[in-house]
């Protein structure tokens, strides 16, 4: 892309995780669609692409909504290589969240207000671009940050 800024890519895959169509997205795709979408919606996507529309199929779409992604500010967001990056700090109240604690306990523990706490979640959803608290556990879980075994083995919890 660097070489030639005017190169479009259509991304084809056969399952994509929300994680994994992010990712092609900031490596530079400007369309997604599945495998098994029809060829008509192959072809739009491709034609949309040519002439530099994004275009991303309805199953990845939906994809998008399951795991609680803001599918209309995806969509309408311009393309950018810059991967995600969260602070030690947002991580750290990523998983505690994702443990279940309530914004004040949290703020007691790290020794913040609660607004400090409720304003990191705000930039670490918008970061990682969604819309809910569901969404957030999620991603603790997938990237490490949490177990979801602490629940099942924590009495305390």
């Known amino acids: 892309m660097k070489r030639s800024p005017r190169t479009r890519f259509v991304a084809i895959t056969p399952e994509p995780t929300p994680v994994v169509l992010m990712n092609a997205v900031k490596a530079g795709a400007t369309s ?67 443990e279940g604690k309530s914004y004040t306990r949290i703020a007691d523990q790290l020794h913040l207000s609660a607004h400090t706490v409720v304003t990191h979640r705000k930039n670490i959803m918008q970061k990682l671009g969604v819309n809910s608290t569901a969404a957030l556990v999620l991603y603790a879980v997938k990237n490490g940050m949490a177990s979801p075994n602490h629940f099942l083995f924590n009495e305390g919890a």
């Open 32 to 98: 997604y669609v599945k495998k098994d979408c029809d060829l008509q919606e192959i072809r739009d996507a491709v034609t949309c692409t040519a002439v530099g529309q994004r275009f991303f199929c309805g199953k990845v779409l939906d994809a998008l909504r399951r795991a609680g992604h803001d599918v209309d500010r995806f969509v309408a967001e311009p393309l950018s290589c810059a991967s995600v990056t969260l602070s030690n700090r947002e991580c750290e109240i990523i998983g505690l969240i994702a």
